[in-house]
T-cell receptor, first 112, second 114 residues
């Protein structure tokens, strides 16, 4: 079962920042937070991951609270192409290649 | 330059038939996976292979048999197809080892069993 809780859906105006929250209150010390997204009819796409520090890449920023029990994915300037289901996943990266456990995710709709 | 490719993209077949889905990756990865996404959109792991050896089999019926002829390929053969097998099947790949963070997914194969 997924170890994360996300809101089922969110809307965001085009050009504005999209802030997607995720709760992972049972996360353990060696587990990372990952974000993937699935654009309609495509395979999931890796976005970003973090352990305890905030992270930023060309796609997004990841803010993890100090207690690591929640995090927020930020798409700084959302476009229509960012409309997708966003999955927050908690997973250990220390034991080979444990598979990803997907929850229900958040359906983000970017509106013109 | 498709990283993970699957064939076919769509597959429509009747109950009781046997079918195969092929997956190839050109990323030089040594670990490959099959995930199933059902009609309710839940994505679940089915199998993972490392260096052609089965690592994970997540309570999948024996009718499903993955085959890895080499590290770049992981095919999925399904015998005696049932209505409940209708789903989208995604292949994925990654490197093997600690702190490996990214899995790369294929475009999916939509299987419809009538």
């Amino acid at each position: 079962d997924a170890k994360t809780t996300q809101p089922p859906s969110m809307d965001c105006a085009e050009g504005r920042a999209a802030n997607l929250p995720c709760n992972h209150s049972t996360i353990s010390g060696n587990e990372y937070v990952y974000w993937y997204r699935q654009i309609h009819s495509q395979g999931p796409q890796y976005i970003i991951h973090g352990l305890k520090n905030n992270e930023t890449n060309e796609m997004a920023s990841l803010i993890i609270t100090e207690d690591r029990k929640s995090s927020t994915l930020i798409l700084p300037h959302a476009t229509l192409r960012d409309t997708a289901v966003y999955y927050c996943i908690v997973r250990s990266a220390l034991s080979g290649n444990t598979p990803l456990v997907f929850g229900k995710g958040t359906r983000l709709s970017v509106i013109a | 330059d498709t990283a993970v490719s699957q064939t076919p993209k769509y597959l429509v077949t009747q109950m009781g038939n046997d079918k195969s889905i092929k997956c190839e990756q050109n990323l030089g990865h040594d670990t490959m996976y099959w995930y199933k996404q059902d009609s309710k959109k839940f994505l679940k792991i089915m199998f993972s292979y490392n260096n052609k050896e089965l690592i994970i089999n997540e309570t999948v019926p024996n009718r499903f048999s993955p085959k890895s002829p080499d590290k770049a390929h992981l095919n999925l053969h399904i015998n005696s197809l049932e209505l409940g097998d209708s789903a989208v099947y995604f292949c994925a790949s990654s490197r093997w080892g600690d702190r490996v963070h990214e899995q790369y997914f294929g475009p999916g194969t939509r299987l419809t069993v009538t």
